[in-house]
Every structure is written in C-alpha cells, then in structure tokens.
C-alpha cells in the first residue's frame, strides 16, 4: 500500500510502503545490513509511472529505511534530469547502507559536499561493495552537515542520482577513499 504527497517536483513523502523495501531483483541484504522498522519514501516523479523511472535506492540507517528515488537518471528507454531542492536528511550515522535496485548498475559512487559551502569541491565517501547491490558508505572528510550524492551507474545501461543530507559529529578519515 502506497500512501504519498507531493510537495514540489522530485519530492514526495510517503510512509507505509513495507512492499518495496528490498527490492526481490538484487536478493536479501547481507547479515550486516539492518533490518528496517520504519521506511520513508523521497522524491518520486509527480507524473511518473512505475516504469519510466528506475526503481528506488533503499538507504538504511540504524533501524531506518529511506526509499530514494532518482531526481535524475537514463533508465530503459528514458532520461529525466532534476534537482532536489531539499533532499531529505539520514541524520548522522556512523554509516548507511545503499541498495541500487537495478541489477545493471554495478557502480555506486557517493561524494559529499559541505552544506555551508556551495562551491565546496565535493570528496568521495568511503563505499565499499556488500554483494547483490548492497553498499557500505561511510564518511571520508570534515565533520558537519553535508550533501550526499549517490550516483549508481552501469557500462551503457544509464544511470541514477539522488541526495540525502548526512550529519556527522566526527570527522573521518581524510586520505584516499577506501574500496
């Protein structure tokens, strides 16, 4: 069951949508990821049918679920471009798991950006592969309020993107992104 409300163009808040957490294409979440006891929904298309836009990224969070969908992307046989003027925020984890839905999508690059400083050049994150679409992202940089930017993407299958807000009260490691 799907409830929703559109509040501006790739912004949708929804609660009660347990059907489409953990998409059955990629399979089960390792044993590491946790298992959501609340899931939200952000920023599916207002005119938008379920398949002209890919399916969303599933971001947990401690015991919290997110499910993203892309303000931009080329999917099957359609690309859309958009922004999210007030992306929702995951609060500040240590870490967030990342489910990319579609199986053609074998990359996942996340970069973060300082919310202070608009012409902060964005740093990687730490991202590191689980298996069956599932990744580990954790925080490579200063800490403070940032944006998140997930990009998922497959050699000439398209791509996805979207952001989450992502607090962080310490700062991480500075050096290389780790795999």
Known sequence: MRTAAVTGLG????????A????????????????PSATQVHGRWPDSDDTAQP???????????????PFTYCYRQGCADGVD???????NPPEMFVHVPVAEFDELTVSLTP???DAARP?????????????RVTL????????????????????MVADVHWGTTDDGPTGTATP
Do not use: I, K, M
């Open 85 to 91: 003027d007030d992306p929702p925020s995951v609060g």
């Open 115 to 117: 919310d202070a400083d």
């Open 20 to 35: 489409c957490v953990g998409d059955p294409a990629g399979g089960p979440p390792p044993a590491v990821v946790p298992t």
């Open 55 to 69: 399916p969303p990224f599933e971001v947990r969070t401690g015991h919290d679920a997110l499910l993203l969908y």
């Open 140 to 159: 490579r940089g200063l800490a403070g309020d940032h944006r998140l930017t997930l990009f998922a993407v497959g050699d000439g299958a398209g791509d």
């Open 123 to 135: 740093v990687p994150a730490n991202v590191a592969e689980l298996g069956d679409g599932w990744w």
């Open 11 to 18: 912004v949708v808040v929804a609660l009660g949508l347990a």
